[in-house]
């Protein structure tokens, strides 16, 4: 059974940094690109990040571009999402996703999400 598991969301003051996790479980997690998708309130879902099955290759929202950065451990089976310079309108809660291949193919899995307040 395929698992997908966020952890690291909170409240942080604007300009903070917070770092989310996915711990992926019940498939090969190396052979799979993975993908962060956020939904704010009252809002449509926003993919945030992509990142390919070996690492070498992401892309990320025109939002998000030189304040995120994401990264993933295969020997952990783990996704990462480093946040800085958040600002209100990165809240929203952030669920972490599998791809259907090595690429950026379809969405298949997903997590149950993590929410992330950025607030003063």
């Known amino acids: 059974e395929v698992q997908l598991v966020e952890s690291g969301g909170g409240l942080v003051q604007p300009g903070g940094s917070l770092r989310l996790s996915c711990a992926a479980s019940?498939?090969?997690?190396?052979?799979?690109?993975m993908t962060w998708v956020r939904q704010a309130p009252g809002k449509g879902l926003e993919l945030v990040s992509a990142?390919?099955?070996?690492?070498?290759?992401?892309n990320y929202a025109d939002s998000v571009k030189g304040r995120f950065t994401i990264s993933r451990d295969n020997a952990k089976n783990t996704l990462y999402l480093q946040m800085n310079s958040l600002n209100p309108e990165d809240t929203a809660v952030y669920y972490c996703?599998?791809?259907?291949?090595?690429?950026?193919?379809?969405?298949?899995?997903w997590g149950q999400g993590t929410q992330v307040t950025v607030s003063s």
């Open positions: 019940g498939f090969t997690f190396s052979n799979y690109a």
């Open positions: 996703a599998k791809y259907s291949g090595s690429y950026f193919y379809n969405v298949d899995y």
């Open positions: 990142i390919n099955s070996g690492g070498g290759s992401t």
